[in-house]
């Protein structure tokens, strides 16, 4: 098991106070805090290897481009990708799924064909479909969801055909932390010829991932939600896949040649090696440096370790809160061994926003409102809700804390 | 002349179907914007002594011992300038 006490030592902002108290953080499903381990890398980078990768022939650059394609090794393993090619570095979960969506929707998807969604997807997984939908006149369909927040697997069975084309699904919901079979997901969707992209936004981070063990033929997940810094993100792909892709974004690297022919007056250019052909323009190289420092991080503490910790928190939390007042409620599945570090709750007659602002008074922080998934919010007929979200460096003090606020909160009404 | 914005350091609105909106006063005036609303408010009740329920014309809302203050209905931004400028000032 994990010793959160002695990885505390390791998140210099843990150490400061809020309005008086000493910090809580909770909110990690929508960043986590930084290790000395990943400011030091980036700070590094900044000192000492400085430079334009793969522009140069000088020292620095090579320096920098030998640093930006290490990063690139130790994410494909990471997540036990078969090479490099397969790991496409963006800015975030978001511009992950929307490089699918244009660079594969876009072109492939039409009237014909269909992609199914899930109803507890991020608006990362909703909008990029429903844009390019609109464009190339594609059906989505959405599975639905069950009472207590879980995936109805009958539902998407009964979706799926052979006119599906793509899945889209979470791994791990970002409002109810419910861990969905992705394996399961990927088996049906495979049996009708479709694609499968996952959002792994809140699992990657959180337990061990393994994209040929899962078959999953795309992976989306953003660096600050693990440790690292924000601006930087991943696309994992299967490589036959993304080879047949044309790029994403036009600029240096990712193309080969670009020659101007003067008879037609126009210029013709080849693409760039994978994964470099999804990499347009000067990249973002010290976050790239900062992702690795914190893949290595997770590494070291070892993501079944990682997913047992949270595990252990969640089963701290929950009856606890269940059992502070009767105003406390919690949303979704009380199944804690289907769940990840997540929990929705929220206090009869407060809206989350008041419940969040108390909190913060205790130098608590956790999120407040849809969290960026309404369609699920309206499904649960909630206006909104709380989310405390635990990570490494909680600890069931911290939990007790939260609940003796939260008891103060409940004896409001 | 003082202006709201010497006492105001954000206004968010929250995400949610509520669509409330937040207020945060700048920390060095936290004190005294609360001190001024108090007086101008009428206060519904006092929760542990970090939440104050007020109301003031047809407006009620939450103010926070931290400097926060949590207000509904506010349709505009110049409803919500106007209430604060009768608030603060």
Same mark, same amino acid.
């Given at each position: 098991?994990?010793?959160?006490y002695?990885?505390?030592?390791?998140?210099?902002?843990?150490?400061?106070?809020?309005?008086?108290?000493?910090?809580?953080?909770?909110d990690?499903a929508?960043?986590?805090q930084?290790?000395?381990?990943?400011i030091?890398?980036?700070?590094d980078?900044?000192k000492k290897h400085n430079?334009?990768v793969?522009?140069?022939v000088h020292?620095?650059?090579?320096?920098?481009?030998?640093?930006y394609?290490t990063?690139?090794e130790?994410?494909?393993?990471?997540?036990n990708?078969?090479?490099?090619?397969?790991?496409?570095?963006v800015?975030?979960?978001t511009e992950?799924?929307?490089?699918?969506?244009y660079s594969?929707?876009l072109?492939?998807?039409?009237?014909?064909?269909?992609?199914i969604?899930?109803l507890?997807?991020?608006?990362?997984?909703?909008?990029?479909?429903e844009i390019?939908?609109k464009i190339t006149?594609?059906k989505?369909r959405y599975?639905?969801?069950?009472?207590?927040?879980?995936l109805n697997y009958?539902?998407?069975?009964s979706?799926?055909?052979?006119?599906?084309?793509?899945v889209c699904?979470?791994h791990?919901s970002?409002v109810?932390?419910?861990?969905?079979?992705v394996?399961r997901?990927a088996?049906?969707?495979h049996?009708?010829?479709?694609?499968?992209l996952v959002?792994?936004?809140?699992s990657?981070p959180h337990?061990?991932?393994n994209v040929k063990?899962?078959?999953?033929?795309?992976?989306?997940f953003?660096g600050?939600k693990?440790?690292g810094?924000?601006g930087?993100?991943v696309l994992?792909g299967?490589r036959d896949?993304?080879?047949k892709?044309?790029?994403?974004?036009g600029?240096?690297?990712?193309?080969?040649?670009?020659?101007?022919?003067?008879?037609?007056?126009?210029c013709?250019?080849?693409?760039?090696a994978?994964p470099w052909?999804?990499?347009?323009g000067?990249?973002?190289t010290e976050g790239a440096?900062g992702?690795?420092a914190?893949?290595k991080?997770?590494?070291?503490l070892?993501?079944?370790?990682?997913?047992?910790?949270?595990q252990s928190?969640?089963?701290y939390a929950l009856?606890r809160?269940?059992?502070?007042s009767?105003?406390?409620?919690v949303y979704?599945?009380?199944n804690?061994?289907a769940?990840?570090?997540i929990?929705p709750?929220?206090v009869?007659?407060?809206?989350?926003h008041?419940?969040a602002?108390?909190?913060d008074?205790?130098?608590?922080?956790v999120?407040?409102?849809?969290?960026?998934a309404q369609?699920?919010h309206?499904?649960?007929k909630?206006?909104?809700?709380a989310?405390a979200?635990?990570y490494v460096y909680?600890?069931q003090k911290?939990?007790?804390r939260?609940?003796k606020?939260?008891?103060e909160?409940?004896g409001?009404? | 002349?003082?202006s709201?914005? $010497?006492?105001?350091? %954000?206004?968010?609105g929250?995400?949610?179907k509520? /669509?409330?909106v937040i207020v945060t006063?700048?920390y @060095?005036k936290k $004190?005294?914007?609360i %001190?001024r609303?108090?007086e101008?408010?009428?206060? /519904?009740?006092?929760i542990?002594?970090?939440?104050s @329920?007020l109301?003031?014309?047809?407006?009620?809302?939450?103010?926070?011992?931290s400097?926060?203050?949590?207000?509904?209905?506010i349709e505009?931004? @110049?409803?919500?300038?106007?209430?604060?400028?009768?608030?603060?000032?």
């Amino acid at each position: 098991m994990l010793n959160p006490y002695k990885i505390r030592e390791d998140f210099p902002i843990l150490k400061r106070k809020v309005n008086g108290h000493p910090l809580i953080y909770f909110d990690n499903a929508a960043t986590s805090q930084k290790p000395w381990q990943v400011i030091e890398a980036i700070d590094d980078f900044y000192k000492k290897h400085n430079a334009n990768v793969h522009r140069a022939v000088h020292t620095l650059s090579q320096e920098a481009s030998e640093l930006y394609e290490t990063a690139h090794e130790e994410v494909a393993k990471f997540v036990n990708a078969r090479s490099i090619e397969e790991t496409i570095f963006v800015r975030g979960t978001t511009e992950a799924i929307n490089l699918v969506a244009y660079s594969w929707g876009l072109r492939s998807l039409g009237k014909n064909d269909e992609i199914i969604i899930s109803l507890m997807e991020h608006h990362s997984n909703i909008v990029p479909w429903e844009i390019i939908s609109k464009i190339t006149g594609f059906k989505i369909r959405y599975i639905d969801i069950n009472a207590d927040g879980t995936l109805n697997y009958d539902s998407f069975e009964s979706l799926i055909s052979k006119r599906t084309k793509l899945v889209c699904i979470s791994h791990v919901s970002n409002v109810t932390g419910i861990v969905n079979d992705v394996k399961r997901i990927a088996k049906i969707a495979h049996e009708n010829d479709a694609m499968l992209l996952v959002d792994g936004a809140q699992s990657v981070p959180h337990m061990p991932v393994n994209v040929k063990e899962l078959d999953m033929d795309f992976l989306a997940f953003s660096g600050h939600k693990m440790l690292g810094p924000t601006g930087i993100g991943v696309l994992y792909g299967k490589r036959d896949l993304l080879e047949k892709m044309e790029p994403f974004h036009g600029g240096g690297l990712m193309i080969r040649e670009v020659s101007f022919n003067r008879k037609t007056g126009s210029c013709s250019t080849t693409w760039n090696a994978l994964p470099w052909k999804f990499e347009a323009g000067t990249p973002n190289t010290e976050g790239a440096v900062g992702l690795m420092a914190a893949v290595k991080y997770l590494k070291h503490l070892g993501m079944e370790n990682v997913r047992k910790h949270e595990q252990s928190l969640t089963e701290y939390a929950l009856p606890r809160m269940l059992n502070c007042s009767g105003s406390v409620e919690v949303y979704g599945t009380k199944n804690t061994s289907a769940k990840s570090g997540i929990i929705p709750f929220g206090v009869k007659g407060l809206s989350s926003h008041d419940v969040a602002l108390f909190l913060d008074n205790y130098g608590i922080m956790v999120r407040s409102g849809f969290h960026c998934a309404q369609p699920l919010h309206e499904l649960f007929k909630l206006s909104s809700s709380a989310r405390a979200s635990f990570y490494v460096y909680n600890t069931q003090k911290e939990i007790d804390r939260f609940i003796k606020v939260l008891k103060e909160i409940g004896g409001l009404q | 002349m003082t202006s709201i914005e $010497d006492y105001v350091a %954000r206004i968010d609105g929250t995400c949610g179907k509520e /669509k409330d909106v937040i207020v945060t006063f700048k920390y @060095e005036k936290k $004190d005294e914007a609360i %001190r001024r609303i108090l007086e101008k408010a009428t206060m /519904k009740r006092s929760i542990a002594g970090i939440i104050s @329920e007020l109301s003031y014309k047809n407006y009620s809302f939450r103010m926070y011992g931290s400097g926060k203050v949590i207000l509904r209905g506010i349709e505009s931004k @110049e409803e919500l300038n106007n209430l604060l400028r009768q608030l603060l000032f």
